[in-house]
């Protein structure tokens, strides 16, 4: 073993820095960084994995119906412990946080202007136009269609 250590010519070590595993050490690197920031975030914030998980959840599904016992059962929670972990990490109740993202992708929606206010709520999870109509009025205080005006 000592001679290994003691060789000038370490052939190991020419191929460890070639492209392909310096593409390995830097998503290793970046990996191991993510990890890291992860961690640290639970730390300050204990509840920051439930958050997380149920921000990525909603983001992903934001076009459907998604409902907290669906949920909890996806993170293996109840849902009032998870409905709690989820205000006390963010600040909002899952429904806020909902209505917020729905909201704001409804008004990238609204600046394509081949889509109709119909199309909208739709795409962003409100089967029924005049209740989407009535939250958007109530969060911008102007209906989809003036705001659509504005933009």
């Known amino acids: 073993m000592e001679e290994m250590e003691k060789r000038e010519h370490k052939p190991e070590l020419q191929i460890w820095n070639t492209g392909f ?9 970046q990996y191991i960084k ?51 972990l989820f205000k006390a990490g963010t600040g909002q109740t899952i429904l806020e946080y909902v209505t917020d993202f729905r909201l704001q992708k409804a008004c990238g929606f609204l600046r394509d202007k081949s889509l109709k206010v119909k199309d909208v709520s739709l795409l962003v999870g409100y089967e029924n ?9 109530k969060r911008y205080g102007v ?4 705001y659509r005006k504005m933009v």
């Open 21 to 29: 595993f310096a593409e390995v050490k830097e998503a290793l690197w």
């Open 34 to 84: 993510a990890l890291r920031f992860f961690f640290d975030r639970q730390r300050e914030n204990p509840n920051y994995y439930v958050t997380m998980w149920v921000r990525d959840y909603l983001e992903k599904n934001y076009m459907r119906v998604c409902s907290v016992e669906e949920m909890a059962e996806g993170i293996h929670l109840s849902p009032n412990y998870l409905r709690s």
């Open 129 to 137: 136009v005049s209740y989407f109509s009535q939250i958007f009025v």
């Open 143 to 146: 209906t989809p269609n003036e």
